[in-house]
């Protein structure tokens, strides 16, 4: 029988903001930013389709597996109207997990892209009710991952391994659900291009007397956005052919979209949020019209992300 995990520790409070964070917007969390990310989640997902993975990646320990984890603690994909918590093995068939899946952009694709595979989506509760029906959906942490040891055959994590601060407890979990030979695939943000719009929005937030933002952010973001440091991480984590591109994002959005986005995503949402009422209408109107007299170029958010694919030695 594989060895099953220990007992989840309690997540520490960078860990509960970040995700507390992320679980107050699931409702809103849509738009065109949300899918600039997940084009770059498909595009991972495409990387990592299983037919491209060598046979002994999919044929995985299934049955093992099935036989180790109660039925009743089992999750499955066309059973969750509901959202399912609990160590979770399988029945039979490749796995694919989308660990911190937000609102599910991705699952659709990831199963498309992988044909007969069961999709999983790992996320809060308050992300995973919005996520499609059709799909597995388990609440957990990618710190402390819900599933049994060598059930997996692959995890893609778009745009998530900045958030963990035990980063390397993440990639090791990651590595002990893979089967041998699982892939596993990430997106990461690496540089932003200076983005004009953003700079007069954090200025006039400033100008507002707004306090700082409470909440911590990427705490593994000088890891994950340095090709060499994630490399290390992934290595050291148990994973063998590490391969990191560095790729280009861009986003463009309006006067309003941004404004609309940016006052329920992100530090300076939460920033503006701790302004009395009356501060905080004039400082949207004062950002509403500087940024209404700035040309539709600043609004360009670009810059670099980094793919990373690596299999499970
Ligand atoms: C930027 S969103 C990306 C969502 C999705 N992967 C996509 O690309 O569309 C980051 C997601 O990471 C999740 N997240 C943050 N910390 C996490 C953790 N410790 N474990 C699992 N997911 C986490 C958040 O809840 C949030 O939904």
Redesign the pocket.
Known sequence: MPPQPAPPPAPDST?AA??AN??RVAGT?AGQW?ET??T??RALADRLALNRQTPSAVTGAAAAVAAAIPASEAVTGAATAGVGSGVVGRASGPWVV?????PG??LRHLGEVNPGARVVG???EE?LRQAPAGFGRVV????TLPFGSGVVDAVV????LF??PALAV?LSEVRRVLVSGGAFGA?TWAGHDPHPAYDVWVRVIDEHGAPPDPSPQMPSNDITSDPAKLRNALQAAGFGEVEITVERFRHQPTASEFLAHSQVIGAMARRIGQLPPDRRTACLAVAEEELGRLDPDAFIESGTVLYATARAT
Not at 157 to 160: A, E, H, I, L, N
């Open positions: 860990t970040i995700r992320y679980a969390y949300a990310l997940a770059h989640g989308e660990v911190g899946c937000g952009l991705v790992v996320e809060t992300m957990g942490d990618a710190q994590m778009p745009f998530v958030h963990l993440a997106v």
